[in-house]
């Protein structure tokens, strides 16, 4: 895989669920048609938007084996890594390799948040093993961030280290786009919220949720050509459902509410939740998302 096709717009994966908390493998061939159909440049498998923390490890393997079989090599797969040991991180890692994925994300395991320089010591380790390209995220809501200088240092110890999933502060991850687009693929997230912003700045794309694919490449390929007010006019028509789906709980109030109106957008059921998760949106939030995204069909 080379390094290039780690940008562009690469949505990462709701897992679907039926009423009765069993996982549905047809979402992941679902989302991946419409995902590759709208121009996406490839998939993300386990970040919070797939609750990666609700399944279980046979689950993550099967259902990466879904999606790299449901994409069958016309774009990229990514998996992000969380899980909370190290071995079990290593574990994951090697799944990805040996069933197809072409890069890993790796996270803070979930827990007390450790020192950078712990987080460090292991991603060295992890790295060196991976056999793949690798990215890290470095995002507010992980229990570990690392400044821009640590990620330089990190990435001179392991050359495979070619990304970042850059969500810290906007200004940090700006500063960071603007001194070192040229030595890492900078992604950024939240949904896309601030992506103009931050296309101006040199990031290389985007990992939001499958819910605004099409507008979020053609927005993309505006950002490319240099098209900034064919951007901002995109962020205009996107913005109040995409900032409404951000203003829910993280991470299931948000997760439920956009699983709602993927299904709005593409006919596929919703399903329920998985316990303990909440398995209901308010009547007022759901019927006023029900209306902005009615108003972004006619807009």
């Known amino acids: 895989m080379t390094t290039s096709l780690i940008g562009g717009v690469l949505p990462v994966l709701y897992a679907f669920f039926d009423n009765s908390g069993q996982l549905r493998q047809e979402g992941f061939r679902h989302q991946v048609d419409h995902c590759l159909a709208a121009g996406a440049g490839g998939v993300v498998l ?11 490890f046979a689950e993550k393997v099967e259902s990466l084996r879904t999606t790299v079989a449901a994409v069958n090599a016309q774009g990229s797969v990514c998996v992000t890594v969380m899980e909370p040991s190290p071995d079990g ?14 890069w890993v994300i790796l996270q803070p395991p979930l827990g007390p948040p450790a020192m950078p320089s ?7 380790e992890l790295i060196a093993d991976a056999g793949l390209p690798v990215a890290v995220q470095n995002a507010n809501m992980a229990t570990t961030q690392l400044s821009n200088t640590q990620l330089v240092k990190l990435q001179e110890q392991c050359p495979n280290l070619v990304g970042v999933k850059a969500e810290t502060s906007a200004e940090d991850v700006a500063a960071f786009c603007q001194s070192h687009a040229n030595r890492f693929r900078i992604l950024v997230g939240d949904w896309g919220v601030e992506y103009p912003f931050f296309a101006r700045q040199g990031a290389h794309g985007l990992i939001p949720a499958s819910n605004f694919v099409s507008q979020q490449v053609a927005q993309y390929q505006a950002a490319q050509g240099g098209n900034w007010s064919m951007v901002d006019d995109i962020q ?12 829910r709980v ?15 957008a593409t006919g596929l059921e919703p399903g329920g939740n998985r316990r303990p998760g909440p398995n209901r949106l308010d009547p007022a939030i759901l019927h006023y998302a029900q209306h902005l995204w009615q108003r972004l069909q006619t807009g």
Do not use: C, N
């Open 250 to 264: 993280a991470p299931e109030g948000q997760v439920l509410l956009g699983k709602m109106a993927y299904g709005w």
């Open 118 to 124: 712990d987080w460090i010591e292991m991603l060295g």
């Open 46 to 56: 386990f970040g919070f938007v797939t609750q990666f923390y609700r399944l279980s």
């Open 89 to 102: 991180q290593a574990e994951l890692i090697r799944v990805a390799r040996e069933e197809g994925a072409d």
């Open 236 to 247: 205009q028509k996107i913005l109040p459902l995409m900032q409404f789906f951000r203003e």
